[in-house]
């Protein structure tokens, strides 16, 4: 569904598209009743018409709404006018941390900076049970003063379609979905930033995202991703088996910075074989 500009759903007007993707199309919109602007993301139609996955999708939207912090784009509400359901959302002007990084490696105390600030919004999050699953420069927003915002935490959880048992458990693992992704065992979503034990399908905990993180300020400090290739299967090998290219670090990085990376990826890949290393 593709809304049109000056649409109303409830006290929301739709004034333009900013963004799409398989979580539902997403625009900026005024707050009639409280003069502000707030993003709205309308959820799929197949997702919408689901009884049992939208049910589901509120009881989880009460927890997410729960979170509050400086560093974590908040969510205001999940509301329905006529067929269509849609979540209200902070809006948060500025270019995405990817948009960031497309422009060259970011210069080390700048790094800190953001990579202290990502840090406390997963810890935040963390203290109230709740997993990002998609942790990647493209949900980390910039503001326009410099500071940082994480967006989407827990909502490629909530996303996850009911189906069979395994299903629901592969769904529930993977991050970023896409409409079509109900195959049985399918790993879906940004495989560049997926921990090993997502890559496998396996279970996965608060260590998945902070997998993500490391392989966030890997890129953050080198301009490049930790691990990359020309296809999912070749980005997913990487991931279990490869290592980052360290020679892209650049000696500017204080030796601290790049032990703690080398520490990251090392305690990861032991966690794949002995579950409880990774912290």
């Known amino acids: 569904m593709l809304l049109k500009p000056e649409t109303v759903l409830g006290n929301y007007a739709i004034t333009e598209a900013i963004g ?7 625009y900026r919109a005024r707050d009639k009743k409280l003069g502000r602007d707030v993003a709205i ?3 799929p139609d197949a997702f919408a018409q689901d009884a049992e996955r939208l049910a589901r999708f509120k009881r989880e939207a009460k927890v997410l709404a729960s979170l509050n912090h ?3 784009a908040s969510l205001y509400g999940l509301e ?3 067929s269509t359901h849609y979540l209200v959302l902070e809006l948060v002007e500025g270019d995405t941390l990817a948009e960031r990084i ?6 080390v105390d700048e790094a800190r900076d953001f990579a202290s600030k990502i840090a406390l919004a997963v810890e935040a999050a963390h203290e109230k049970g709740i997993i990002h699953r998609d942790l990647k420069p493209a949900n980390i927003k910039i503001t326009l003063d410099g500071d940082i915002k994480v967006l989407d935490f827990g909502l ?3 996303y996850a379609g009911a189906g069979t048992e395994a299903q629901s458990s592969a769904l529930s693992q993977s991050p970023t979905l896409t409409r079509q992704g109900t195959m049985v065992g399918a790993i879906l979503g940004t495989a ?11 279970t996965v905990d608060k260590r998945t995202d902070i997998w993500a993180f490391g392989a966030v300020l890997f890129e953050m400090l080198t301009g490049r991703r930790a691990f990359d290739g020309e296809d999912f299967s070749e980005i997913l090998a990487a991931i ?6 360290w020679t892209a670090v650049s000696a500017d990085v204080p030796e601290a910075v790049t032990a703690l990376l080398r520490r990251w990826h090392v305690s990861a890949l032991c966690a794949v074989r002995a579950p409880g290393l990774r912290t």
């Open 70 to 72: 400086p560093n974590i």
């Open 240 to 245: 279990i088996g490869g290592e980052p290219d």
């Open 192 to 202: 560049a930033y997926m921990s090993p034990e997502q890559a496998k399908g396996k």
């Open 156 to 158: 490629a959880k909530t």
């Open 20 to 26: 799409a993707g398989g979580m539902g199309e997403v």
């Open 41 to 43: 993301k309308v959820l």
């Open 80 to 82: 329905q006018s006529e």
């Open 102 to 107: 497309s422009r060259g490696a970011i210069p």
